[in-house]
């Protein structure tokens, strides 16, 4: 036993000072190979009495297996070294230095969104938010368009299992908003609106709009064209001259399409307004009667314009995009090009 003891001893002793594989490998070979020194002394075990055998063999293999994990550890070691020391060697890289490649940016919707939000909050707005999915009640009958009503096929919607739609206006918001605050009112709703649409370059089945609601006593038509005069002098950063001819919409009356002079020829006529000098933008008009009505306020005591801008399309105007499914593409290397203002 007591040589037993001594063996042990020794080969920790060499497995500790053995530095790398080789070294280590000889260790095994010495006390545990084929003529090593454990494999000798089991040999010696067929010379003992079954006594013997019985105490001798437990220690042998305990001395073995201690001997074995011992080699096992110290390769772990080795392991551990090798890659601390390539650590060691490798340059120190510093992962919060901006990369030398081009920074990203807002998505061109996004800029153009919060200069909206902007013009509109300084002429004293407040910005509301919108459902995308939404109730058909919300979407439809709150803004006077009842079941099977023809206007019901100018957009063309995705219902959902559950009998809801994704929203095809931002109009779909106004009822929630007028409950909410009644009146006097003044906000806008900017959000994403979908539609089954065939797709082309400036149809998307997903897009934006911004919509706004001015409720108050004595809103006329007037309110409407100068507002919208202000909100697009400043997108364009120059005077815009606009137009209202008759627009059909259930939700107003009277409903208008709102044109603008073209901001790139001044009216003199080019290839963005086909020669006509105008450009169409944006439908509007004086909130109808039932559509307050709906909302809680009564349409004999406060009249209100609203309007729907498209600004999916107005971004691609507004920095010279031509084709609109670019803007939903995440294709960064188009997006870039955006002539951003
Ligand atoms: C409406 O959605 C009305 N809710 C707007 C409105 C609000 C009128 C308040 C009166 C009062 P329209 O379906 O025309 O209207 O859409 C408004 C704008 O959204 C369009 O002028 C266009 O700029 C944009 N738009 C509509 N469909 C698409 C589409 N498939 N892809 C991109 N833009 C679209």
């Known amino acids: 036993m007591e040589k037993l003891d001594n063996i042990l001893l020794n080969a920790k002793n060499e497995i500790d000072n ?51 994990m011992l080699i096992k550890n110290r390769e772990k070691d080795f392991e551990r070294l090798k890659i601390e020391k390539q650590i060691e060697s490798t340059q120190f890289v510093d992962l919060t ?24 909050l300084s002429m004293g707005f407040t910005v509301e938010d919108g459902n995308e999915i939404e109730t058909e009640y919300n979407n439809f009958e709150a803004v006077n368009i009842p079941k099977n009503h023809p206007a019901r096929d100018m957009q063309d919607t995705f219902y959902l299992e559950n009998g809801q739609v994704l929203k095809t206006h931002t109009s779909a918001a106004q009822n929630r908003i007028m409950r909410k605050y009644g009146a006097p009112l003044k906000a806008i709703f900017p959000g994403r609106c979908f539609r089954n ?21 004595d809103v006329s038509v007037a309110n409407l064209i ?20 008759p627009g059909f ?30 450009i169409e933008l944006c439908p509007c008009g004086m909130i109808h ?19 729907g ?18 803007l939903n593409s995440g294709n960064i290397k188009a997006l870039s090009q955006a002539k951003i203002k």
């Open 289 to 307: 009667p039932n559509v307050l009505k709906m909302g809680g306020i009564d349409p004999e005591k406060y009249q209100g314009f609203a309007f």
């Open 197 to 217: 649409e065939e797709l082309d370059a400036s149809h998307e089945n997903t897009f934006f709009q911004i919509e706004g609601m001015m409720i108050d006593k």
């Open 18 to 68: 053995a530095n790398e594989k080789q070294s280590l490998n000889n260790v095994y070979q010495k006390y545990l190979g084929k003529d090593g020194i454990v494999t000798q002394e089991l040999k010696h075990m067929k010379e003992l009495s079954q006594d013997e055998k019985k105490t001798f063999g437990m220690e042998i293999n305990r001395i073995k297996n201690e001997i074995f």
């Open 97 to 120: 230095v901006p990369s030398r490649e081009r920074r990203g940016s807002l998505h061109p919707i996004t800029i153009l969104q919060e200069k909206l939000i902007d013009i509109f």
């Open 249 to 278: 919409f259930p939700f107003v009356e009277p409903g208008f399409e709102l044109d603008i002079s073209c901001p790139y020829c001044d009216g003199k006529g080019c290839k963005v307004c086909k020669h006509s000098g105008w």
């Open 309 to 326: 801008l498209g600004f999916s399309r107005l971004a691609m105007m507004n920095y010279d995009i031509t084709e609109i499914r670019l």
């Open 226 to 245: 100068y507002f919208m005069k202000e909100m697009l002098t400043n997108v364009f950063g120059k005077e815009i001259n606009v137009r209202l001819r």
